[in-house]
């Protein structure tokens, strides 16, 4: 039976217990409107730990926009059954005001992989991620967190963030769940009116055109940037946030491709926010 939790001390009770118990745990951090992405995480937690804990916290601080975090969907009742469906053994609901009580003011900040892509497009939001998932760390002691490659330079910000700070904590980073469209799977995509939610479709297929002039032998950064505006700009309601080809540890521009390079695009569709990254290995 999947436990529910709201108090951080309890919580921290809980953990001390099961890690006293030798327990293994996988914490897998959500903003909930969970969907497949979100599963896939917690079947890969479930593969290697005892106990897998799920938390949803909707974290004000990782928003740059008060209409973003006011609109961002929000559904706890289907969370919680899907949870449940997917033997999740604890849920970690803490709120607003535990979690940043009155008077709160430390933060965490990854300093340089903070400042690129996503961190220029959003300020202050990885600070936000990086001082909410100390704190989740603290709190639940796991032995691995659990990330998605959806948001790739999250991840990279995260590693440094564990490495940094000693946390005794590995990363697993999973890959991509995606419609039968290509579109990542992202709560966001919720918010999308029909229309844009076709377009939409055109992320997907903008990085797999990178990834072929890559095959057919490309290695210039700029031209497999070019060659994925090409396909983005065939559809008028996309607007370009960036396009990248990145270094994939140091997040550097890439100019010259080779060994491994994360194609990543950020765009706009009416009101919402997508991103998508792929990874693309290069033989030679
Ligand atoms: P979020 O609830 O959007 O904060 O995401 C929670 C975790 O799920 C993050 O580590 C995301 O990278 C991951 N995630 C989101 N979308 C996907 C997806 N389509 N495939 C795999 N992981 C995902």
Redo the contacts with the bound molecule.
């Keep these: 039976m999947m436990k529910t939790i709201k108090s951080i001390s309890a919580m921290r009770r809980y953990t001390m217990h099961l890690k006293k118990s030798g327990c293994s745990i996988g914490l897998v ?4 409107a969970l969907h497949d ?2 599963c ?2 917690i079947r890969a937690a479930k593969k290697n730990h005892n106990i897998v804990i799920v938390t949803i916290f909707v974290n004000s601080k990782q928003f740059n926009s008060r209409g973003d975090l006011k609109s961002y969907p929000r559904s706890l009742r289907t969370d919680r059954r899907l949870c449940g469906h997917e033997a999740v053994d604890i849920l970690f609901l803490p709120n607003e005001k535990s979690v940043y009580p009155l008077g709160f003011q430390t933060e965490v900040f990854v300093k340089n992989l903070s400042k690129v892509y996503e961190g220029a497009a959003r300020p202050g939001h990885f600070k936000g991620v990086t001082t909410v998932l100390a704190k989740l760390c603290h709190i639940v002691s796991p032995d691995q967190l659990y ?5 790739y330079q ?1 991840a990279i910000v995260v590693k440094q963030m564990l490495s940094d700070l000693n946390l005794p904590i590995s990363l697993s980073i ?1 890959s ?2 995606r419609e039968s469209d290509g579109l ?4 966001r995509n919720l918010l999308l009116k029909p229309t844009d939610r076709k377009s939409a479709s055109v992320l997907y297929r903008a990085l797999q055109e990178g990834k072929n002039k890559i095959r057919l032998g490309e290695r210039s950064g700029y031209k497999i940037r070019r060659s994925i505006l090409a396909v983005l700009r065939t559809e008028p309601s996309v607007e370009i946030d960036y396009i990248a080809a990145m270094h994939p540890y140091t997040l550097e521009d890439m100019k010259l491709l080779s060994k491994k390079v994360v194609l990543a695009i950020a765009v706009h569709i009416g009101n919402v926010r997508l991103i998508d990254n792929i990874i693309v290995r290069i033989d030679k």
Excluded: E
Aim: proline residues 5%; without cysteine.
């Design positions: 951090p959500t903003m909930g992405g979100h896939a995480l990330l998605g490659q959806k948001d999250q999973q991509t769940i990542a799977m992202s709560s």
